[in-house]
T-cell receptor
Framework: EAQVTQNPRYLITVTGKKLTVTCSQN?????MSWYRQDPGLGLRQIYY???????DKGDVPEGYKVSRKEKRNFPLILESPSPNQTSLYFC???????????FGQGTRLTVV | GQNIDQPTEMTATEGAIVQINCTYQ??????LFWYQQHAGEAPTFLSY????GLEEKGRFSSFLSRSKGYSYLLLKELQMKDSASYLC??????????????FGTGTQLKVEL
C-alpha cells in the first residue's frame, strides 16, 4: 500500500530535550516536506527536500533541522524544543512537479 | 508572496449542494489544489486545477479562473461524512522548488440533517 508513515503519532516532551520525528514514504517520491498546523494559521511549510542530500528552508524553519540521506526517509529534528513548537506536524511527499501530495498521519507534539 | 482567502465556516444540509470559495493573490502561479481534512487527520487530495474551467470528479467539482484569482469547490449530494475542513492550496514554480504548497486556513464545513 502506498503510504507516508510518521512516528510517533503523539509525543509529550519537556523543553530542551532533543527529539526526532521520523517520516518514511514507499512511493519513490523525489519531493518531501514538513508542515506544521496551528489553529487559525493553517498548514505552514517548515523544510523541504527535492531529492537525496538536497534540503532547503520553508516558511517557518527556526528551531528545526532535517536530513535526507535516503530517498524514502526525511526526519524532522528539534534540537532544543520550546513550548511554541507545540503543534500538529505533517510530513508529505510527491513526485517532482505540481502533483498530488500524500500526507502522513500526523504527529501531535506537546512541549511543556 | 502569496495570499489565500477562504470563509472560515459554512453549514449545509444533507443532500444539498455547497460551494466553497477561495480567492488568492500570487506571482508565479502553477496550480491550485483542494484537500479535505477531517479533524485530527491527514489532508487528502480532492482536486487540482492548472487551467481555467471546471474539473469534475464524482460528487466533487472544482473551478478555476486565473485572471480573477478565484476558485471554488462544489460538493453535491452532501453526506454527513463530508463534514470536514476544506483546504485551498497554491503551488508556485518560483519558490519551494516548485512543489511547495501554500495553504489557506481552511473552510470548516458542517453538514446537518
Amino acid at each position: 500500500e502506498a503510504q507516508v508513515t510518521q512516528n510517533p503519532r503523539y509525543l509529550i516532551t519537556v523543553t530542551g530535550k532533543k527529539l526526532t520525528v521520523t517520516c518514511s514514504q514507499n512511493m519513490n517520491h523525489e519531493y518531501m516536506s514538513w508542515y506544521r498546523q496551528d489553529p487559525g494559521l493553517g498548514l505552514r511549510q517548515i523544510y523541504y527536500s527535492m531529492n537525496v542530500e538536497v534540503t532547503d528552508k520553508g516558511d517557518v524553519p527556526e528551531g528545526y533541522k532535517v536530513s535526507r540521506k535516503e530517498k524514502r526517509n526525511f526526519p524532522l529534528i528539534l534540537e532544543s524544543p520550546s513550548p511554541n513548537q507545540t503543534s500538529l506536524y505533517f510530513c508529505a511527499s510527491s513526485f517532482w512537479g505540481a502533483t498530488e501530495a500524500f500526507f502522513g498521519q500526523g504527529t501531535r507534539l506537546t512541549v511543556v | 508572496g502569496q495570499n489565500i482567502d477562504q470563509p472560515t465556516e459554512m453549514t449545509a444540509t444533507e443532500g444539498a449542494i455547497v460551494q466553497i470559495n477561495c480567492t488568492y493573490q500570487t506571482s508565479g502561479f502553477n496550480g491550485l489544489f483542494w484537500y479535505q481534512q477531517h479533524a485530527g487527520e491527514a489532508p487528502t487530495f480532492l482536486s487540482y486545477n492548472v487551467l481555467d474551467g471546471l474539473e469534475e470528479k464524482g460528487r466533487f467539482s472544482s473551478f478555476l479562473s486565473r485572471s480573477k484569482g478565484y476558485s471554488y469547490l462544489l460538493l453535491k449530494e452532501l453526506q454527513m461524512k463530508d463534514s470536514a475542513s476544506y483546504l485551498c492550496a497554491l503551488t508556485n514554480m518560483v519558490t519551494g522548488g516548485g512543489n511547495k504548497l501554500t495553504f489557506g486556513t481552511g473552510t470548516q464545513l458542517k453538514v446537518e440533517l
